[in-house]
T-cell receptor, first 111, second 114 residues
C-alpha cells in the first residue's frame, strides 16, 4: 500500500537557521512527489514537485528538495529560514492514481 | 479561471443529518479527489475519481459517498453525520498523472457536527 511518513511533527528554528524536513514513502512503482505548504488559516499551496529528471528540484521561496530513489526519500531543504516560513509543511506522493499525504510538520520560526 | 470551487465554506450539522459538499472544477481535469484534514493528522484521502462514472475509495471512505456524473462535478455526501466527521474538507483536481501536471486544491469546507 502507498504511504508517506514525515519524521518531524514540530520543528522550531531561529531566523537564518537551515531547515531540513524529512519525508519517506513506500510505493513499488513510479511516483510523483510533492511538497505543499499551508499557512495559518489558508489552504494548501504547492512548494515544489518532482516527476522525473534531475532529482534536485527547486521550488518557490528558496525551497528545494532532493529525491533519493534508493532511500525512498524526498527531503525538503532551505538554507536560511525566515519568520514568514512559519507554516505547516506536507509531503505528498502520487502513485498509480492516488495522492497520499504525510501527517505534516509544523514549523515555527522565531525572529 | 475559477479553478476548483467548493461549497459551502462553513456548515454546522446536527448528528444524524445528511448533507452534500459540492465540488466543481472548470479545467476539464480527469482526476478529482476529496480529502479531510484533522489537526495533527495531515490530509486523508476519502474518495477519488479518475473520470466521469468512475470512483474509488481512498484511505478513510466510511461514512461518505461520492458520485461523478460529469467531468466537472464531484460531490461528497454525508448520509448520517457523526461528530467524528467534524473536519475541514478539501476537494482537488488534476490532469492524468502521466502528464506530469500538478494538483489543484479548493479552498476548503469547514464542517462541524454537533
Amino acid at each position: 500500500a502507498q504511504s508517506v511518513s514525515q519524521h518531524n511533527h514540530h520543528v522550531i528554528l531561529s531566523e537564518a537557521a537551515s531547515l531540513e524536513l524529512g519525508c519517506n514513502y513506500s510505493y513499488g512503482g513510479t511516483v510523483n512527489l510533492f511538497w505543499y505548504v499551508q499557512y495559518p488559516g489558508q489552504h494548501l499551496q504547492l512548494l515544489l514537485k518532482y516527476f522525473s529528471g534531475d532529482p534536485l528540484v527547486k521550488g518557490i521561496k528558496g525551497f528545494e528538495a532532493e529525491f533519493i530513489k534508493s532511500k525512498f526519500s524526498f527531503n525538503l531543504r532551505k538554507p536560511s529560514v525566515q519568520w514568514s516560513d512559519t507554516a505547516e509543511y506536507f509531503c505528498a506522493v502520487r502513485g498509480y492514481n492516488k495522492l497520499i499525504f504525510g501527517a505534516g510538520t509544523r514549523l515555527a520560526v522565531h525572529p | 479561471n475559477a479553478g476548483v470551487t467548493q461549497t459551502p465554506k462553513f456548515r454546522i450539522l446536527k448528528i444524524g443529518q445528511s448533507m452534500t459538499l459540492q465540488c466543481t472544477q472548470d479545467m476539464n481535469h480527469n482526476y478529482m479527489y476529496w480529502y479531510r484534514q484533522d489537526p495533527g493528522m495531515g490530509l486523508k484521502l476519502i474518495y477519488y475519481s479518475v473520470g466521469a462514472g468512475i470512483t474509488d475509495k481512498g484511505e478513510v471512505p466510511n461514512g461518505y459517498n461520492v458520485s461523478r456524473s460529469t467531468t466537472e462535478d464531484f460531490p461528497l455526501r454525508l448520509e448520517l453525520a457523526a461528530p467524528s466527521q467534524t473536519s475541514v474538507y478539501f476537494c482537488a483536481s488534476s490532469p492524468p498523472t502521466e502528464t506530469g501536471n500538478t494538483i489543484y486544491f479548493g479552498e476548503g469546507s469547514w464542517l462541524t457536527v454537533v
